[in-house]
């Protein structure tokens, strides 16, 4: 019979990732206590979570079966809420800084995914990134137009004083 911790771990490790948007496993044995304060705090400011769960709950509340290959040694799982990117790439910053955090696999729309899609998704852009490229797209028709009806007469503008100018001379 399973303990009650274990049974309240296990529901709020269900409920996070239910809400998750990406689930990134990484072995964490080779960092600090103080590494560790300063990655949680970074993947919670790129709005994320990082949960540190015995790896049988992990698998348990993902699915089991689905990352039980990754799932052996000191592990936490991240998990991305606002942005399935954001996290990811905070983890990586993280990663070239310390060089002691090993990205297994990761969980992303009831898929897995292997550590090269991992990094890939770490090399896209986030959400903010991707919506201030979209505004830009959309708004370059209109400025383009509204700089093609101003040329013709600022053009005039522009031949009138030089006339002027040379009258002057």
Do not use: C, W
């Not at 990134?24 to 949960?51: C, F, H, P």
């Not at 979209?134 to 009806?149: D, Q």
């Amino acid at each position: 019979m399973p303990n009650k911790k274990n049974l309240a771990t296990l529901a709020t490790l269900t409920e996070k990732v239910a809400k998750a948007k990406s689930v990134i496993i990484a072995d964490y044995s080779g960092t600090t206590a103080n590494q560790q304060v300063q990655l949680r705090a970074t993947i919670t400011k790129a709005g994320g979570e990082m949960v540190v769960a015995k790896n049988t709950l992990i698998d348990i509340a993902l699915g089991k079966g689905k990352l039980s290959d990754s799932l052996h040694g000191m592990n936490a799982a991240i998990f991305g809420y606002e942005d399935p990117v954001s996290p990811v790439k905070a983890m990586f910053e993280f990663q070239k800084k310390n060089e002691k955090l090993d990205i297994k696999q990761g969980f992303m729309d009831d898929r897995v995914l292997s550590i090269a899609e991992v990094i890939t998704l770490s090399k896209l852009p986030s959400k903010t990134e991707l919506l201030s490229k979209l505004l830009m797209i959309l708004k370059s028709p209109g400025t383009n137009l509204v700089n093609v009806l101003n040329a013709g007469p600022r053009n005039l503008v522009y031949a009138l004083s030089a006339i002027a100018k040379k009258d002057t001379k």
